[in-house]
């Protein structure tokens, strides 16, 4: 049986025309029409994590695949496969520094942060939401995020290996 927390998260997401059965919603960004399907071993990753993590709404992982020239989704569980990354998603890429955000509703927060693999190199970003009320702690849910981050990084031998 679902929580409350996650059927509100449902409810929440579907309103704002997202499908978390992985259809594409009409996207905020430019899209990769080259890039249509989800990379394999990431979708299963993701989707791994979020099974066991249920405080977790949504997650996206932004990499430039093999032989292309543009960072894009290639993994998530809110749609959007294929949309180009953004200066924020470059940037935390590029730096390795996270992006720490609360929607403009106040009602979702957003870390995103540098994927690594398993020997810390950086090969892209994962936003990764919660849901979030005035005076909840960031700080506990930036733990959660970073503890999800090192989960995976042990999981991705290198970028290639997210494709297989």
Same mark, same amino acid.
């Given at each position: 049986?679902?929580?409350?927390?996650?059927?509100?998260?449902?409810?929440?997401?579907?309103?704002?025309?997202?499908?978390?059965?992985?259809?594409?919603?009409?996207?905020?960004?430019?899209?990769?029409?080259?890039?249509?399907?989800?990379?394999?071993?990431?979708?299963?990753?993701?989707?791994?994590?979020?099974?066991?993590?249920?405080?977790?709404?949504?997650?996206?992982?932004?990499?430039?695949?093999?032989?292309?020239? #543009?960072?894009?989704?290639?993994?998530?569980?809110?749609?959007?496969?294929?949309?180009?990354?953004?200066?924020?998603? #470059?940037?935390?890429?590029?730096?390795?520094?996270?992006? #720490?955000?609360?929607?403009?509703?106040?009602?979702?927060?957003?870390?995103?942060?540098? #994927?690594?693999?398993?020997?810390?190199?950086?090969?892209?970003?994962?936003?990764?939401?919660?849901?979030?009320?005035?005076?909840?702690?960031?700080?506990?849910?930036?733990?959660?995020?970073?503890?999800?981050?090192?989960?995976?990084?042990?999981?991705?031998?290198?970028?290639?290996?997210?494709?297989?």
């Amino acid at each position: 049986m679902k929580s409350f927390a996650s059927t509100t998260a449902l409810i929440v997401l579907t309103l704002l025309g997202a499908n978390l059965a992985g259809s594409q919603v009409a996207p905020k960004h430019e899209m990769d029409d080259g890039f249509t399907k989800p990379a394999p071993r990431a979708q299963a990753l993701l989707d791994a994590t979020l099974q066991s993590s249920p405080e977790v709404l949504a997650m996206m992982m932004h990499v430039r695949p093999p032989n292309r020239r #543009l960072n894009v989704v290639i993994a998530s569980n809110i749609g959007r496969i294929g949309e180009i990354g953004d200066k924020d998603d #470059l940037r935390c890429i590029r730096t390795g520094k996270s992006n #720490l955000e609360v929607n403009t509703a106040g009602n979702h927060f957003e870390d995103e942060l540098a #994927l690594k693999d398993q020997s810390g190199r950086i090969v892209g970003a994962i936003g990764i939401v919660f849901n979030y009320r005035s005076g909840d702690d960031r700080s506990a849910l930036v733990a959660t995020a970073n503890r999800i981050r090192a989960a995976l990084a042990k999981q991705i031998e290198n970028k290639r290996s997210l494709f297989d």
